[in-house]
């Protein structure tokens, strides 16, 4: 084990110890969860209210968080489903098998875990330490309050790094620790959605066309050779439109995906560097962009016609490739600038 995951891993017991000394000892039960044997065990919107959750030791259990959260540690569990809302900074897996997780976080971390699915929303660059036979994909799903969690998390649902795993403890000549679970599988698929008149009112949906976080093909091999780069320039509405850009795309060309996307602040220098234009200086000194890079056959000419339906009659501004040749290079100075600015 290297220097800097021991220190990650001793603040994080000392973060919990601290906090967890500070609530009311009749209400710790609520943030810890422990010994769990085929069980399931659930805490609805305001019962956690961006506290620090523990689950340890838990077997054949099926634990449900809708609920935004500060940290997480997860330990010694056994083939467990864990769901687990919005979460501020970081979740940390430890020597855990065959569970299954569904997770949005800032950083996510693992070490010492064996066969761990996991539906993943991270904001930093997902970590895998001494774990093998890991599977990932994009996190996908939806319930009433997941958006209002989100903003209490300070998360963005265009910042989602899922498939970017980072291998502290890669094996030369053998296979990678991880790979990617298969695209039309949805998260319903692994993790049972909870039954009971409690849950009702949350509307849960693991539909992916409903789903809260737009679905990103991430580092699998492209379809087409064609991308197109699209940016919302920020002007109070550009969130909204970007989720119906998106949404008009699929009943378009259903073959048409987003390979992935970012919202990040722009300074007019980076501006100039990835548009090689003065046109949108003062367009990103209005607050973050929201970034799409989409890919299918004639992506170019699909993305400019649909921007032009939806931007008929109102005066926000949207950048847009102007052939394939373009956006190839586009796509590549728009997110080797955000990487850079996100520290990925």
């Not at 403890?169 to 949805?186: A, Q, R």
């Not at 949404?247 to 990835?274: A, F, G």
Request: net charge negative.
């Amino acid at each position: 084990m290297d220097d800097s995951c021991c220190a990650f891993s001793l603040i994080c017991h000392k973060l919990l110890a601290r906090d967890l000394d500070k609530r009311d000892k009749s209400n710790v039960e609520n943030f810890i969860i422990d010994g769990k044997k085929g069980e399931t065990v659930s805490r609805l919107p305001g019962t956690v209210n961006g506290e620090q959750i523990v689950i340890q030791n838990c077997q054949d259990s099926n634990i449900y968080i809708f609920d935004h959260i500060a940290t997480v540690s997860i330990d010694d569990c056994i083939n467990c489903n864990i769901f687990l809302g919005p979460i501020k900074s970081s979740v940390f897996i430890r020597d855990c098998k065959q569970c299954r997780v569904a997770v949005v976080c800032q950083q996510f971390r693992t070490r010492d875990c064996f066969q761990v699915d996991t539906f993943l929303l991270c904001g930093t660059q997902p970590i895998i330490e001494s774990s093998s036979r890991m599977k990932f994909a994009c996190f996908s799903f939806n319930y009433s309050q997941l958006e209002q969690q989100f903003k209490s998390a300070g998360l963005s649902i265009f910042n989602n790094n899922w498939s970017n795993i980072h291998d502290f403890t890669p094996v030369p000549d053998e296979d990678v620790n991880f790979s990617y679970i298969p695209p039309e599988s949805t998260l319903a698929d692994f993790i049972p959605l909870p039954e009971g008149s409690e849950f009702e009112s949350l509307q849960l949906s693991s539909d992916p066309n409903t789903s809260l976080v737009p679905q990103t093909w991430g580092r699998r091999r492209k379809q087409s050779d064609e991308s197109c780069l699209v940016v919302f320039f920020n002007d109070g509405s550009c969130v909204e439109r970007a989720v119906r850009f998106l949404h008009s795309l699929k009943t378009k060309n259903s073959k048409c995906i987003l390979v992935q996307s970012k919202e990040i602040l722009m300074e007019p220098d980076d501006s100039r560097r990835v548009f090689e234009t003065e046109s949108y200086v003062t367009a990103v000194q209005g607050g973050p962009v929201i970034g799409l890079e989409l890919n299918c056959d004639g992506c170019v000419a699909l993305c400019q016609a649909a921007v032009v339906e939806l931007m008929a009659g109102t005066t926000g501004l949207v950048f847009v490739s102007q052939s394939p040749q373009a956006a190839e290079k586009q796509v590549e100075a728009f997110y080797n600038f955000a990487d850079m600015q996100m520290g990925i």
